[in-house]
């Protein structure tokens, strides 16, 4: 069976860090783009960062150089370290793998997806 599995949410004070990670199950990660993605209540899954199987990475806007997506081949894991975190990070954070890694970050090119881990962020 092939899955993704997110780990690392959890609740975090503004300002503090986490780093998110994607374990693939039954394939490869080096050999797809993989994309974080996040949601909330009432708004539309937004895109975060993506790698490719060459570790090119992409970058929301709204990241702004607080955020730095990685894989570890042989863990076969894509990690989202995440820092300086505000309340507005406070979502659900999906893993996806897709079969070409674009210019945008958008979820219809990403075809398997994780359950999600909540990301809290909160005084």
């Known amino acids: 069976q092939l899955t993704l599995v997110e780990s690392g949410g959890g609740l975090v004070q503004p300002g503090g860090s986490l780093r998110l990670s994607c374990l693939g199950s039954g394939f490869t990660l080096g050999d797809y783009a993989i994309g974080w993605f996040r949601q909330v209540p009432g708004k539309e899954r937004e895109g975060v960062a993506s790698?490719?199987?060459?570790?090119?990475?992409k970058y929301a806007g709204f990241v702004k150089g607080r955020f730095t997506i990685s894989r570890d081949d042989a863990k076969n894991t894509v990690y989202l370290q995440m820092n300086h975190l505000e309340p507005e990070d406070t979502a659900v954070y999906f893993c996806?793998?897709?079969?070409?890694?674009?210019?945008?970050?958008?979820?219809?090119?990403?075809?398997?997806w994780g359950q999600g881990t909540q990301v809290t962020v909160s005084s």
């Open positions: 790698i490719s199987p060459r570790e090119n990475t």
């Open positions: 996806a793998s897709g079969s070409f890694f674009m210019n945008d970050i958008q979820a219809a090119h990403f075809s398997r």
